[in-house]
């Protein structure tokens, strides 16, 4: 596979007061997955294969979730037909994006997982009924860990060599009518995904806040 390849600065990729010796992967994969890993905005033509987000899916899936409910689904939006569909509902900056991506997702929750529960979770038999008497509860933890999952699909995705642009510009009701009426999914967020078309596929390297910014001691 041919990737595009997007320039990022030196300093973009290092944070100097960490020892590098801590982490249990090499500094390859830590700038694959993190560092030097970016939104992008645009893609070149290249398809993204079934194989490709099946081999995702099957690292993501191991991540944890509340009672290992698993409710992230996933719509892979190809079809000219359903891009146009999804387009009426996209912010009107993120409509021309979609239109050009090789390959868009939207990541939704279900609302219903608790009829896997008897396979999830074998070890609580009782599971299933509990849930099924509880929307409010079922909604919450389903949009809870579905979010969750999210964040390990653009891992994920990135760990088999492709790009991602999350989007959350979005008119999530009206996606819910249009593609799950019948099932019932919930839409969180619209992913678009594939290689780069090049450096201007990326904005440049925003800052980002510093440990002892975002954590406190107790």
Do not use: C, K
């Amino acid at each position: 596979m041919v990737q595009a390849s997007v320039t990022i600065e030196a300093q973009d990729l290092t944070t100097l007061d960490v020892d590098a010796s801590i982490l249990a992967v090499d500094g390859t994969v830590a700038d694959l997955l993190f560092r030097s890993a970016r939104s992008v905005n645009t893609f070149t033509d290249e398809p993204v294969a079934d194989e490709q987000v099946q081999a995702a899916y099957d690292l993501l899936r191991w991540g944890p979730t509340a009672m290992n409910a698993s409710p992230l689904r996933l719509l892979l939006v190809r079809s000219p037909e359903a891009r146009e569909r999804l387009v009426g509902h996209m912010s009107e900056g993120n409509r021309d994006r979609v239109l050009a991506a090789p390959l868009t997702i939207v990541a939704a929750a279900d609302t219903d997982f608790h009829e896997h529960l008897g396979t999830l979770v074998p070890h609580l038999p009782g599971a299933r009924d509990r849930f099924a008497g509880d929307p409010q509860a079922r909604a919450g933890m389903a949009r809870t860990s579905a979010l969750i999952q999210i964040g390990y699909l653009i891992v994920a995705l990135r760990a088999v060599g492709l790009h991602v642009g999350p989007m959350g510009g979005m008119d999530a009701a009206a996606i819910d009518a249009e593609f799950f009426a019948e099932n019932g999914w919930t839409a969180l967020l619209v992913l678009n995904v594939g290689q780069p078309s090049g450096p201007e596929a990326v904005r440049p390297r925003a800052p980002r806040l510093e440990f002892s910014d975002v954590a406190t001691a107790v």
